[in-house]
Structures are given as C-alpha cells and as structure tokens.
C-alpha cells in the first residue's frame, strides 16, 4: 500500500514539506494539505498593485543562505532568481535620517565610528572604552540583545541602530530577542573566548559579499509557491484542522466538519499559537513549550504613488525608537529591486511586539497614518494610485532568550511520525522555513520506513 501523509497547514513551510514528501516517498504516495483559507502560501502573498505584482508579506530572502536559491535550482526557477539594485536603506531617528550603519551584525558595531552622528558622543566613547572594562561571558548564555548590547555598548546603540533592524524582522525589539537568534555569530564568538564585545562583533562580521545581500523572485512568491504545488502533486482540502488522534496506521487528523483523514505520516506546519490545541493529549510538553512562544502580529500598507513621486534613492528607511512615526519600516521597492511599470511601489509596516495596531486599527486609518508618514519623512504629499492592506496576525515569533533550547524540547516530545515545521523553530524568514520543512518532510520518510 502506498504511503499517505497529510500536511497541515499551506504556507512556504507546509508546500516545501508536501514538495520533499512527494520527492523523497515517489509518485504514487497520497499527499494532502489541509488549510482552510482562500489561498496557499501562508504570509507569502503576490499582489497585483498598480498594475504591478508585489509581495505584500515577506518580500526578500537572505541571499548567502543556501535554502532558497538551491530551491530555486531544483525547480528550475533559477532565472527567476533578483537581486537587488544596491540601494541601502536609512534609519529615521530623531528627527533626522541617518545613513544605516556599515560594519554591524543586525545592527551590533564592530567600530564606535560606524555610529558617528547616529548617537552622541558620550555613547561613542563608552564603546571605544568597552574592551578596557572587565567583561565575563559563560559559553552557551543566550541573554537579551538589549541586556549584552545594552550593557557593554549603551542604550542608544541598542535603541537607535540595533531596534531598528530587529523590529523589522520580527516586529519585536532587542528585550523579546535572544542573541543567540539574533546574532549567531556573535554568540559563537562568545563561546569561543572573544575577550569582550568588540572582539566578537570584529570576529562575527561576514566576509565581503560580491552581490545582493538580498534575493527575490520575479514575479513575486507566487511563482515559487505556484511551482511547489504543481510538483508536489498535492490535494489542498480547504478545511481546518481541529484534532489529531492516534490510529491503528498512524494518525487520523478531524476537521472542522467531523471528517476523519488518516495519514501514515503528519507534519503540522502551523503558527505556534495554533499547535498547542492540535497536540496537548499527544504531546502535552511540547504543546506547553509551543504556547510559551510569545508571537506578534503586523499590518503592511502597500501602496502605488504616481511614477515621478520624488523619493530618495535609498531602499527604505527603518524607524528608532517612538516618535512622531508610527511606521516601524518603510521598503522603497521600486528602488530596492527597480522600477517596473509607470507607479512608485513602497510598502510600509506597523505593529511591534508591545501594541496591536494589526488587530485594532482600521485599514483608513493606516492608509492616512501612512500618508502622514511619507509626509513626515520625505516631504511628500500624493494620492496612492492603488494600494491595499494586509494583516499578518500572531505571524512574528519571538526568539526570546533560551529559544534553541525550548524548540529543542519541542521537538524532543513529539511521537514518531508527527512532525513540526514552521517560523517559530529554527528562524523566522524564508530560508528558515524551507530548512524547517525539509527537516520534518526527512523525518516522517525516515520514521515512516
């Protein structure tokens, strides 16, 4: 009898699972997806916006991680595979924009003079004096980024060059993130006896990059998601699942109508606020663990200004600190990936860790905040041609410290055969996710054998 799997869940996570079931348990295994919204592809989403497409959730991926492009390779999509145009972005603190800061590691200075002009001279000498100041480090620590950086650097590195980067990848700050999540390398430096920060920051540099930081898809996401689904061969039932249970073969997973579907084999490719209800009499440790992971949501107003709109030739603008913006970051897309078509495309985004403008405000209101916004910043006044809002609600896992650990628990009490993949685990952009996916797809072929 050939194996069947079911795969809960149709963001990047789950379609990249569906796709390695399919590759590695061959042509004739059952493959289903089961996610009750309108479309897969989870918080990657492909807009038409002034006649242009546009990602309007994760818009880039990490190009020296090799997940993605390698994906790519594999389905033939390595044509379709951008770069960016070279464009760096600012930081709005302030008042002011600033260049953002060379020489860091999300933000983190290798050199005091990176930050010149972005905070004040007292925090510069205080970080030229850092490797003189007694400095204790125990290997496999993972404190806050805002407790190390803040420390041994000072409040306004963290606040003004450090927060900016990592509320625009997580839409938390540096108290909800690990450094160990946020700085891996830096970390690892640590570990291996860097006598003090500026050491380790100097150690945990990446080497010079010949080419985009950043990659993209042409077309948007939705031709890689559009290509996992047609290889995967997958059945999409669009229903939610409300349990899984034990069964004679494996597992039988009951939707939200009753029905019953078995499967040899299950990843539950979920958000981790949904995963605890899906497990707790499965896996009550890991389904504790997943509801320990506080998760944040955020807003993306995605706009199309009149081509000729004077905008800066910068990628974007990441926002320090509170102020009179309520933006967290601005992305200038037709200036970070080129112009395409006749319109500006720029999309802003809101909501951090500590608020729930995602839930709470209304799409008008982000549409004026956001006019409000580009005003304050670039001194424009324009009507959008087109544009539309999206919510990404309880999408942003945070990395807090100790994260590696608890996913490892996690993992560590799940039966055989039920697998976990998602943002929550192993990081938080699309790189992560493919690695997550391939991960839990190996695990269930392996068990399953």
């Known amino acids: 009898m050939s194996a069947s799997y079911c795969v809960v869940g149709g963001g990047i996570s789950g379609l990249v699972a569906a796709y390695r079931l399919r590759v590695a348990a061959g042509p004739d295994a059952s493959i289903t997806v089961l996610d009750p919204a309108d479309r897969l592809g989870g918080v990657l989403r492909t807009e038409r916006i002034g006649g242009q497409p546009m990602d309007v959730g994760a818009e880039a991926f990490v190009a020296r991680r090799p997940e993605v492009p390698a994906l790519l390779a594999e389905l033939g999509l390595s044509g379709k595979q951008i770069a960016t145009t070279g464009a760096r972005p600012l930081i709005y603190s302030e008042g002011r924009l600033h260049p953002l800061p060379k020489d860091t590691v999300n933000g983190i200075p290798a050199r005091p003079a990176a930050l010149t002009g972005l905070v004040d001279d007292a925090t510069v000498r205080w970080m030229l004096d850092e490797p003189r100041r007694p400095f204790t480090w125990r290997p496999g620590a993972d404190p806050s980024v805002a ?34 999540a946020a700085a891996p390398t830096v970390a690892a430096a640590l570990d291996r006896g860097a006598r003090n920060l500026t050491d380790a920051v100097n150690a945990a540099l990446p080497p010079p990059l010949t080419g985009s930081v950043f990659g993209a898809v042409d077309g948007g996401y939705t031709v890689l998601l559009d290509e996992l689904v047609r290889r995967s061969g997958l059945r999409w039932a669009q229903v939610a699942v409300r349990g899984v249970q034990r069964a004679p073969r494996g597992w039988e997973l009951i939707d939200d109508e009753g029905a019953r579907w078995p499967a040899d084999g299950v990843v539950l490719a ?20 997943a509801a320990s992971i506080p998760v944040a949501s955020a807003a993306v107003v995605a706009l199309a200004l009149p081509g000729g709109t004077p905008l800066p030739d910068q990628s974007g603008v990441l926002v320090a600190g509170r102020g009179p913006l309520r933006t967290k ?21 809101f909501g951090r860790f500590s608020d729930d403008v995602a839930r709470n405000v209304g799409d008008e209101e982000l549409l004026t905040w956001s006019e409000e916004d580009l005003k304050t910043l670039f001194g424009i006044s324009v009507e959008p041609v087109d544009h539309r809002v999206v919510r990404w609600i309880d999408a942003m896992p ?8 608890r996913v490892a628990e996690l993992r560590a009490g799940l039966p055989p055969t039920l ?12 790189p992560a996710c493919v690695a997550s996916a391939t991960r839990a797809a190996a695990a269930l072929v392996v068990d399953g054998r």
């Not at 605890?276 to 009499?281: F, G, R, V, Y």
């Not at 990936?337 to 985004?349: I, K, P």
């Open 147 to 180: 407790d190390l950086v803040g420390d041994r650097f000072g409040e306004q590195v963290v606040i003004r060059s450090v927060d900016p980067l990592l509320t625009g990848v997580y839409s938390g700050s540096s108290a909800t993130i690990g450094i160990r």
């Open 270 to 289: 979920v958000p981790a606020p949904r995963l605890p209800a899906l497990i707790s009499d499965l896996a009550p440790n890991s389904a504790a663990v």
């Open 329 to 349: 970051a601005v992305t200038l897309s037709s200036r970070k990936w080129g112009r395409r078509g006749s319109v500006e495309l720029l999309r802003l985004s």
């Open 398 to 405: 945070q990395y807090g410290p100790g994260h590696a650990d």
């Open 419 to 430: 697998a976990v993949a998602g943002a929550y685990l192993d990081g938080i952009g699309v």
